[in-house]
């Protein structure tokens, strides 16, 4: 199925794009996304800790299970303010 | 009000969006850009934001605070693009009968923005580096409590 991810800050940069649809396992969790990154760009392993994630707009934890059409975000450590 | 803008952030008219009649007072918490980052001379920032989301939270940190203290009403307004040294970044304004209230809800305001609210500070630097700031050590362990 597909859902769209949508890159933030020091993820946009590490992955060199802002927003793309990408294709997971059917029945698949929020963090499947992160693999996909870190699939992309090895630096990704070192952020993971850091990243979080959000479906829809709400924050989730990586076990969420993902449905087509999410629009699943990385979300960086924020430094609004 | 909530908002996120490009432009210049006009302080008084955040101020008076929260006036009310039953009003004993309006405090106020302005964030300004700083030039010196992990002692490195800053020239100017550049916010982004996930604006949808960064909204939504806003407005439900918002919500919260109504629960938690008696306010009468609260604006919050975050700039986005290039800030330079100085501008004001953020603006809270949260009015009540009495000041504590006022003086609480806008302390966890500013301290949760900080901590959920889906925006990104990058810095340029007057040696010409650009970096997006770093904060994960600070980030570790919280929790998005109330939200």
């Known amino acids: 199925m597909k859902v769209t991810l949508r890159l933030f800050s020091i993820a946009k940069e590490m992955a060199g794009f802002e927003e793309r649809e990408v294709e997971v396992a059917s029945g698949a969790q929020a963090g499947a996304v992160l693999d996909i990154l870190t699939g992309l760009n090895p630096r990704f392993t070192d952020w993971r800790g850091s990243l979080r994630l959000a479906v829809n707009q709400e924050y989730v934890p990586e076990g969420h299970l993902l449905r087509p059409g999410d629009e699943v975000a990385i979300i960086p450590p924020v430094s609004g303010g | ?147």
């Open chain 2, 1 to 147: 009000m909530i908002s996120l803008t490009n432009e210049p952030l006009e302080i008084q008219r955040v101020i008076a969006s929260v006036d009310a009649p039953g009003a004993g007072g309006i405090d106020v918490f302005i964030g300004t850009t700083r030039d010196v980052s992990r002692a490195r001379s800053v020239l100017w920032l550049e916010y982004e934001a996930y604006e949808p989301m960064a909204s939504t939270m806003m407005e439900r940190l918002a919500q919260v605070a109504h629960e938690r203290w008696a306010v009468l009403n609260i604006s919050i307004a975050h700039r986005l693009g290039r800030v330079n040294v100085g501008e004001a970044s953020v603006v809270i304004a949260v009015s009540s009968a009495h000041r504590e209230e006022a003086f609480a809800a806008c302390r966890f305001l500013i301290d949760e923005l900080k901590k959920v609210v889906p925006i990104w500070k990058r810095e340029f630097f007057a040696d010409g580096t650009v970096e997006w700031s770093r904060q994960v050590h600070e980030q570790q362990g919280i929790t998005t409590e109330g939200v």
